[in-house]
Every structure is written in structure tokens, then in C-alpha cells.
């Protein structure tokens, strides 16, 4: 167990609302990602963050904005959801030391 | 370009057989090699990882793997398969230059069947 936590874990929203999903950690790891789980896609990452206010874009980060405004939280924001936004989001520390990712338990998004 | 891909998107054995999940991977750098499982509804879990030395690892669920850089592949093997592995598997590289980086594989699905 990583100590990641993703609120919320289920969310129906409307075409053109703002979403924020947020990942929690505790124990303070300097890396944090955003990825999203889509069927015959695997994982694709979104965001991510090296360190507070320190974030970089990732392969499919059009449509998403990220903010870390402090270690234990990364938050995805969608500006104005899209029904192609409908996926599973899973957040992921990379612990320095094993160089290793693990991922909380993920946000099922649904954009009607 | 970094990618990885797994050729399988679905794979059924028999409870007691023997298995080998395929990962080919694409990179520019010396890979650090990963696989994890997801069961249905659940976040994803670390099997096992490959940085260097012994190319033959071990995971945890008695899972392997074997690493073959004149193959570019990092297949994952399991010699007799129970009912509980039944779930999908990715494989992942990163390290290198983009080193905070990891690419997945679109996952292979395992049904055991009884």
C-alpha cells in the first residue's frame, strides 16, 4: 500500500462542466502522474509532477491542466468535460528509491 | 519512438497450465521493465521489475520473467496458473533519459478456465 487515496471514485457529470479529480498521498513522494485507462489502450499519461508548482505534460494531456500546490496533493482538472473524457483516471507516485510506480485505486468518469 | 506492445489481447488456459505473456518494447535507453496486474475494479499492482543484472526475475504470486535484449522482449511466465490470476496484465518500460516516464502496453486479458 502507497498510502494513495483518489476522491472522488465515481462521477457522472455533463458535457461542458469543470471536473477536478484529486490524488492524496502521505508519504511524500516528489513524484506524482496522472494516467487514463481506456479499453485497448493500456495506460496513457496525462500529467505529471517533479515537484511542487514543477509539472510536464504527458502523451495525452490536451483538454486537462494540472496543479500540485503542495507534496501530498495532485489535482486533474477538466475545463469543460467532453464525453471522450469518459475513462478511468488513476493516479500513480514513482518512488525514488526503487524507481518504481504505484497507483491508487482510480476515478470512473462518466461524461454524459 | 518509446512504446511497448503486447500481442495478446486475450489469452485462456487451463487451471494448472502453464503460462507466457508476451511484451515487446521499443526504447532508446537501457529499460527499466515492469508488470503489473489489475483484477476487475481494482487499481493496478506491481509484479515484478527488471533494472539490471539477472536477466531471469522473480515476482510475487510465483509470477517470472525473463528478459532479452537481443529480442527487445520481457515475457511473463507462470509454470501452473490458478483460478485467482485470472485478470488483465501490463507490462511497462521506463528509465533512461525520460527516465519519470513510463509507457504501457495495452494489456492481456487471462481467463482460466476450471
Known amino acids: 500500500d502507497a498510502g494513495i487515496t483518489q476522491s472522488p471514485r465515481h462521477k457522472v457529470t455533463e458535457t461542458g462542466t469543470p471536473v477536478t479529480l484529486r490524488c492524496h498521498q502521505t508519504e511524500n513522494h516528489r513524484y506524482m502522474y496522472w494516467y487514463r485507462q481506456d479499453p485497448g489502450h493500456g495506460l496513457r499519461l496525462i500529467h505529471y509532477s517533479y515537484g511542487v508548482k514543477d509539472t510536464d505534460k504527458g502523451e495525452v494531456s490536451d483538454g486537462y491542466s494540472v496543479s500540485r500546490s503542495k507534496t501530498e496533493d495532485f489535482l486533474l482538472t477538466l475545463e469543460s468535460a467532453t464525453s471522450s473524457q469518459t475513462s478511468v483516471y488513476f493516479c500513480?507516485?514513482?518512488?525514488?528509491?526503487?524507481?518504481?510506480?504505484?497507483f491508487g485505486p482510480g476515478t470512473r468518469l462518466l461524461v454524459l | 519512438a518509446q512504446s511497448v506492445t503486447q500481442p495478446d489481447i486475450h489469452i485462456t488456459v487451463s487451471e494448472g497450465a502453464s503460462l507466457e505473456l508476451r511484451c515487446n518494447y521499443s526504447y532508446g535507453a537501457t529499460p527499466y521493465l515492469f508488470w503489473y496486474v489489475q483484477s476487475p475494479g481494482q487499481g493496478l499492482q506491481l509484479l515484478l521489475k527488471?533494472?539490471?543484472?539477472?536477466?531471469l526475475v522473480q515476482g510475487i504470486k510465483g509470477f517470472e520473467a525473463e528478459f532479452k535484449r537481443s529480442q527487445s522482449s520481457f515475457n511473463l511466465r507462470k509454470p501452473s496458473v490458478h483460478w485467482s490470476d485470472a485478470a488483465e496484465y501490463f507490462c511497462?518500460?521506463?528509465?533512461?533519459?525520460?527516465?519519470?516516464?513510463?509507457?504501457f502496453g495495452s494489456g492481456t486479458k487471462l481467463n482460466v478456465k476450471p
Open positions: 511497462a518500460v521506463g528509465g533512461g533519459r525520460d527516465f519519470n516516464k513510463f509507457y
Open positions: 500513480a507516485i514513482k518512488d525514488r528509491g526503487q524507481e518504481t510506480q504505484y
Open positions: 527488471y533494472f539490471s543484472g539477472d536477466t
